[in-house]
C-alpha cells in the first residue's frame, strides 16, 4: 500500500540525527500534507522543543497521533529508554502512522 502513498522529503530537524521521509495524504485536499510537501518542515519552533523535552526513561503518549510526526521524532532521537504510545483512531491516518514508522525504521520504543 505504501508504494502508492505521496512521499514527503523533509528538511532536516535540528536535534535528529537521520532524515524524515513521510507517506502523506494528497497534499491537493489536506492541508497537513500540503504544507509537509511545499515547506519540506512541520512546525519547526514544537519540533524542537519537543525533542528538547525528550528525557531517559520518559513515557510519551501522542493521543492523536495523525501520521505520526512526533512519534518519529521521539522514536529517532537519542534518548535512551524512551517509550512512546501512539494513538491514532482514524483509519486512515492510523494506516498512514504505520506506514512511516515501517519507512523511517523508527519502531524503537514505540507501543
Do not use: I, Q
Request: glycine share 8%; net charge negative; aromatic share 8%.
Amino acid at each position: 500500500m505504501s508504494e502508492h502513498l505521496p512521499l514527503a522529503s523533509l528538511k532536516p530537524v535540528p536535534g535528529l540525527p537521520v532524515d524524515l521521509h513521510l507517506h502523506t495524504h494528497d497534499p491537493a485536499t489536506d492541508l497537513v500534507s500540503r504544507k509537509l510537501h511545499e515547506s519540506g518542515e512541520w512546525e519547526p519552533f514544537e519540533s524542537r522543543l519537543w525533542l528538547a523535552c525528550l528525557g531517559e526513561g520518559d513515557v510519551v503518549l501522542d493521543v492523536g497521533a495523525n501520521l505520526g510526526y512526533y512519534t518519529l521524532l521521539g522514536a529517532l532521537a537519542d534518548v535512551a529508554d524512551l517509550r512512546l504510545f501512539a494513538f491514532e483512531p482514524e483509519s486512515a491516518n492510523h494506516a498512514l502512522l504505520c506506514a512511516n514508522l515501517e519507512r523511517n525504521d523508527a519502531f524503537r520504543g514505540v507501543e
